[in-house]
């Protein structure tokens, strides 16, 4: 079979009883080799999945904002090596051991600064029902918790991107206006018009839909849903949170936007120059050394997203590939030695994030 039926055959095979509704894209080169909107943004309503539909990115929020803070960086506006503290001199978590150790914008970029989803009951991730805030504030709650870890000392997923963002916002003049700074060094740039915050046109939402038997299940506001890792534990999630103006602007999970725009910055990337080229390739590559990440073995971490580093063991076909997800549904893959980006937004959580429905997909365009 050729792409287009590989792929089709996937999305096909996943539709109704584990993906309410999707868009695919996929581009060579900077160029659509393959496009397809399938399934129902609004099941029960029965409205089908439009191209220029909005899902909320979740994780996929974290690139965009990756991405902003590297072309600052190639301005001269920080760098790698700056200690949080310099930006937000309050932001002083303790090390396990006590200890206060500087926590530089490299460990942000890459997971091992010690922050992990690990989290006071008061601090939200971006996709909760908890309060509403400022980012300042929540990041303020936030640096009273202690470390998982001394920086540098292990990698574990969670709100360093978060913490990022508030570097980067207080930076450009307004320390809870991520958006102004993602608009004028990303989205703005790379015509993302519909990559916010904040959702412009409800109608063009996605209903959120969570993993479910015989099919997915259409979240209610708070929903709790069961934890990947650990089946003994059950996260909230909030849908309608992305409709709160004044919640703080988690740089780690609260933005929404289109499938269209999302891989205008996956393209950019690999064939623009909104970075410069050894920014680039620096992000591309392992950024994490010997610290292993059991959880996902012979896989590493750039500044971007996962690195692939032992194919073998990791299951993914090329030693180089970057990926991630986003929880609400969605993932998305750089091939940069083809040049291929491949950006998947469902509106079903977590199988459009890393369930089979993703290595599927990644399956049917890199056989």
């Known amino acids: 079979m050729d792409l287009k039926s590989r792929v089709d055959a996937?999305?096909?095979?996943?539709?109704?009883?584990?993906?309410?509704?999707?868009?695919?894209?996929?581009?060579?080169?900077?160029?659509?080799?393959?496009?397809?909107?399938?399934?129902?943004?609004?099941?029960?309503?029965r409205r089908p999945v439009a191209g220029n539909d909005i899902f909320r990115l979740a994780s996929c929020t974290k690139p965009i904002v990756a991405t902003a803070a590297l072309?600052?960086?190639?301005?001269?506006?920080?760098?790698?090596?700056?200690?949080?503290?310099?930006?937000?001199?309050?932001?002083?978590?303790?090390?396990?051991?006590?200890?206060?150790?500087?926590?530089r914008i490299r460990r942000l970029l890459?997971?091992?600064?010690?922050?992990?989803?690990?989290?006071?009951d008061d601090v939200s991730t971006g996709s909760d029902p908890g309060p509403a805030m400022s980012l300042e504030e929540n990041l303020r709650r936030l640096s009273r918790a202690p470390l998982a870890f001394g920086p540098g000392q292990a990698w574990e997923y969670g709100m360093s991107i978060d913490v990022l963002g508030g570097i980067l916002a207080a930076i450009n003049g307004d320390p809870s206006d991520v958006e102004a700074v993602v608009r004028k060094y990303v989205t703005g740039p790379l015509g993302m018009a519909d990559t916010h915050f904040h959702v412009t046109d409800p109608s063009r939402l996605a209903v959120a839909y969570a993993d479910g038997k015989p099919e997915p299940i259409r979240m209610a506001d708070p929903q709790d849903v069961r934890n990947d890792e650990d089946p003994d534990k059950v996260d909230t999630f909030s849908p309608g949170r992305i409709f709160l103006r004044d919640r703080p602007q988690c740089s780690g999970s609260s933005m929404a936007?289109?499938?269209?725009?999302?891989?205008?910055?996956?393209?950019?990337?690999?064939?623009?120059?909104?970075?410069?080229?050894?920014?680039?390739?620096?992000?591309?590559?392992?950024?994490?050394?010997?610290?292993?990440?059991?959880?996902?073995?012979?896989?590493?971490?750039?500044?971007?997203?996962?690195?692939?580093?032992?194919?073998?063991?990791?299951?993914?076909?090329?030693?180089?590939?970057?990926?991630?997800?986003?929880?609400?549904?969605?993932?998305?893959?750089?091939?940069?030695?083809?040049?291929?980006t491949v950006a998947v937004m469902t509106n079903t959580m977590?199988?459009?994030?890393?369930?089979?429905f993703r290595d599927e997909i990644r399956d049917a365009v890199f056989p």
């Not at 977590?350 to 089979?356: A, D, T």
């Open 71 to 103: 072309a600052m960086i190639d301005r001269g506006l920080l760098s790698l090596d700056d200690p949080v503290s310099k930006y937000l001199p309050w932001f002083t978590p303790k090390s396990p051991d006590g200890s206060v150790e500087p926590i």
């Open 10 to 45: 996937a999305i096909d095979a996943a539709l109704w009883s584990r993906i309410v509704g999707c868009v695919v894209l996929i581009h060579q080169d900077g160029r659509p080799i393959y496009a397809r909107a399938a399934g129902y943004a609004d099941r029960e309503a």
């Open 257 to 340: 936007g289109t499938a269209g725009d999302f891989i205008k910055l996956l393209d950019a990337w690999v064939v623009g120059d909104l970075l410069k080229p050894a920014t680039r390739d620096a992000a591309f590559v392992n950024q994490i050394g010997a610290l292993p990440r059991p959880k996902d073995p012979g896989q590493k971490f750039g500044f971007l997203g996962a690195v692939i580093d032992d194919p073998n063991i990791s299951g993914w076909p090329v030693r180089g590939m970057l990926h991630w997800g986003g929880v609400w549904g969605n993932n998305w893959i750089v091939e940069p030695k083809s040049k291929t």
């Open 110 to 120: 890459t997971h091992s600064s010690g922050i992990t989803y690990d989290v006071p």
């Open 350 to 356: 977590r199988e459009g994030c890393n369930g089979p």
